[in-house]
């Protein structure tokens, strides 16, 4: 099955495009080289003038403000350490060449200031726009449901206006308290557009499906539904997509089920020790059923009593480096945590750490739901 879930590549994203833009950044520093060898050189009868005066406008169109004013003070450098080489001191052409730099200097700083905001409004708008479509697909968990106390946590990742493919859910049904987490490969409205199937899927088929594997199953199905809408994607959007996924179930009974299709295992915190919940048969993701044979009827048990902790997330926490190519151990911070604190407070602790340990800076977004388990419902 081919899924909406890889994202077109940018325009100029490819290395063709990075290459051509590199060399743009850098052609304001090689025509200054190119007139210091000239000036220092038997060939420094060419008039060089006009090319330092390129240099910062140069400089303005790709390297912003602060880009500008290296071009600027190096071309000034370059004028200086000529004038002097060659004895130019008080002639009428080298306060020519100055004025003309300074000229056109002023000029390049304050338009590259000018588009740089320019750019960075014009970025905000889309984010905030690209954000309030992903408010309108994911919605915060209650913090009570049933027998469970839930908390939930979704950061996007430092990729500009990009939204991402992270999705979960949390919903009170007559068969327990039903969860979902998961990961959509590739980022965009393609990717926005798959997690709102999925969850548009899961949060019909939980009231309805008395078997866990089903609820998946609707999630799949619905996937398949859209891809073969003709026309509904490009090419480039179907090929090698696909969406980790894990469904879990708290019934009365103090046990959880889980249904794992590719997913990170989700980690329980009991008697402050947190153990990885591993399927004993790895599945496939989603959109990738063709690649394994007989899928399993039933859903995975594990105890789950009252007092302990269930952490669903996607690989965007486990993932996430520090700058010495650290993962972040989210085992031992969530042992970390004091016990009884509440569950949104507890991911709030959990954020906290991961920032500290990437320094701020996300390559993947995140997303985690906290489920505490009381008792009955």
Not at 26 to 53: D, K
Not at 216 to 243: K, Q, T, W
Not at 298 to 318: A, M, N, Q
Request: aromatic share 6%; glycine share 10%.
């Amino acid at each position: 099955m081919k899924s909406p879930l890889r994202s077109p590549p940018r325009p100029g994203a490819g290395g063709r495009g990075r290459f051509l833009f590199t060399l743009m950044q850098c052609s304001p520093f090689l025509i200054a080289l190119a007139v210091l060898v000239i000036e220092l050189t038997p060939a420094h009868f060419i008039y060089t003038g006009p090319f330092l005066t390129a240099v910062p406008a140069l400089a303005a169109v790709t390297m912003g403000p602060r880009g500008t004013a290296a071009a600027t003070a190096l071309a000034l450098a370059i004028s200086v350490i000529t004038a002097t080489h060659n004895d130019a001191w008080g002639s009428l052409q080298v306060y020519t060449n100055f004025l003309a730099l300074g000229l056109v200097s002023a000029a390049g700083f304050i338009t590259s200031g000018a588009m740089q905001a320019r750019r960075q409004r014009e970025l905000d708008q889309v984010r905030r726009i690209a954000v309030a479509a992903q408010d309108v697909v994911l919605r915060p968990v209650p913090a009570r449901l049933g027998p469970v106390a839930a908390g939930s946590l979704c950061l996007a990742a430092g990729t500009g206006a990009r939204v991402g493919g992270d999705l979960y859910e949390a919903v009170e049904t007559p068969y327990g308290v039903r969860m979902i987490v998961g990961d959509v490969r590739g980022k965009g409205l393609s990717a926005v557009r798959a997690v709102a199937v999925v969850l548009g899927a899961f949060r019909e088929a939980v009231h309805y499906e008395d078997e866990l594997v089903e609820v998946m199953n609707r999630c799949s199905a619905a996937l398949r539904r859209e891809v073969a809408v003709p026309g509904a994607y490009g090419e480039e959007v179907l090929l090698e997509g696909f969406i980790t996924a894990l469904v879990a179930q708290v019934p009365d009974e103090p046990v959880v089920q889980l249904v794992n299709r590719g997913h990170p295992p989700p980690l329980l915190l009991h008697r402050g020790g947190a153990t990885p919940l591993v399927p004993s048969s790895p599945l496939p993701p989603l959109g990738l059923e063709d690649l394994a044979g007989d899928l399993p009827a039933k859903p995975e048990s594990y105890p789950f009593v009252p007092g302990d902790r269930l952490l669903l997330y996607t690989d965007g926490v486990i993932e996430a480096r520090d700058r010495d190519g650290e993962f972040f151990a989210l085992p031992e911070n969530m042992e970390g945590i004091r016990a009884g604190t509440p569950p949104q407070v507890f991911l709030e602790l959990l954020h906290d750490a991961l920032v500290r340990h990437t320094g701020g800076d996300l390559a993947d977004d995140v997303a985690m739901i906290l489920a505490d388990r009381h008792g009955t419902r």
